[in-house]
């Protein structure tokens, strides 16, 4: 066997569970993508991945893979990248590994990610955000359960994964009524609750009666509900609602839309940014400065508060023929 494979295998049982102890998503992400890497090659050059050693993945060899990734599986920038992150990790590790590779490790490691436009991130209308709230049917197990989960999202801004790891326990409804959630590296936070999501959540924890440990919002075997199932039920509702809020009906809504919109709420009450930062989960305040750009009415405060300049209105003489000649060349 190669030295990549016992590599390989050593990066994710050492460096990732051991060491770094990523969360079960990061180990997921890393696996698809040296699956896709390893299978890429194997078509490639008709060799079982077993026997691949660190000369098959040279920096040609990866540059070729991230080109396949977007001009072939058709991925995102943002997932290309992703994608060169994962390979880098294991990279760094195998250059503590391996020494004898330097030169090609670092060659690989050269490889840098690739800029993208960033545009303004997308979120609901107060009254798009009451639109979708009104659809799921109350008087139905499943559309209580829908309409809680949607008001949590609206409210508190939690990741898709972060609303589906919710147990009741989580749900502190007396005094200082929050709820607690285990966020991006494994950071615990709580979240507020305002008065309307304490009475919507009252009624479904009375509906829905289960043990402390059992998670928030089940799906009808009771287990959590899958992040697929989140996206679709929140489109479903977001489709139905357009029938009713015409400003719905050409765009597509999903978890991360309700958590922007909910940092976008928080920005129009005036809460500061530093505030939502610590709202949202963010590592940074940098994360968070994408919610100061999409605000509109920061700018036209930023405008009415500017001085025009005074410039009285004239229309443009040439004082000679010459002179009208040059301007025009």
């Known amino acids: 066997m190669s030295p990549l494979a016992p590599t390989l295998q050593k990066f994710f049982t050492d460096r990732l569970l051991t060491q770094r102890q990523v969360s079960p998503a990061t180990v997921a992400a890393y696996r698809d993508t040296f699956r896709l890497l390893l299978g890429f090659i194997a078509d490639r050059k008709k060799l079982a991945p077993a026997s691949f050693d660190f000369t098959d993945l040279d920096a040609p060899t990866i540059g070729a893979f991230l080109t396949h990734l977007e001009n072939e599986r058709g991925n995102s920038i943002r997932t290309r990248n992703a994608r060169l992150a994962a390979i880098h990790s294991l990279f760094r590790f195998a250059a503590l590994e391996h020494p004898e590779n330097a030169e090609l ?15 303004i991130v997308a979120f609901l209308t107060k009254e798009e955000a009451e639109a979708i709230l009104a659809v799921p049917d109350r008087d139905t197990w499943i559309g209580r359960r829908d309409h809680a989960l949607l008001t949590v999202a609206v409210q508190t801004g939690l990741r898709v994964a ?8 989580d749900v502190v409804l007396t005094t200082g009524p929050h709820v607690r959630c285990r966020g991006k590296g494994r950071k615990q936070r709580s979240t507020p609750l305002t008065a309307g999501a304490v009475t919507t959540l009252r009624e479904w924890l009375k509906a829905h009666d289960a043990q402390p440990d059992s998670p ?26 357009a029938s009713h809020c015409q400003s719905l009906a050409t765009r597509r809504i999903t978890p991360h839309v309700l958590r922007h919109s909910a940092a976008m709420f928080l920005r ?19 994360s968070t400065q994408i919610y100061m750009h999409a605000d509109l009415a920061v700018k036209q405060r930023a405008l009415d ?11 443009y003489r040439p004082s000679d023929s010459l002179l009208a000649y040059l301007d025009t060349l």
């Open 105 to 119: 490790i670092s060659r690989v490691l050269s490889i840098p990610q690739k800029r993208f436009d960033r545009a």
């Open 216 to 241: 928030l919002f089940p799906s009808r075997h009771g287990t959590p509900l899958s992040t697929d199932a989140v996206e679709w039920l929140v489109n479903k509702h977001a489709t139905a609602a």
């Open 268 to 286: 129009e009450a005036g809460v500061d940014i530093s505030v939502i930062a610590l709202w949202l989960g963010h590592e940074s305040i940098a």
């Open 162 to 169: 972060e609303l589906t790891g919710l147990r009741r326990e």
């Open 305 to 315: 508060r500017s001085t025009p300049p005074e410039v009285t209105p004239n229309r």
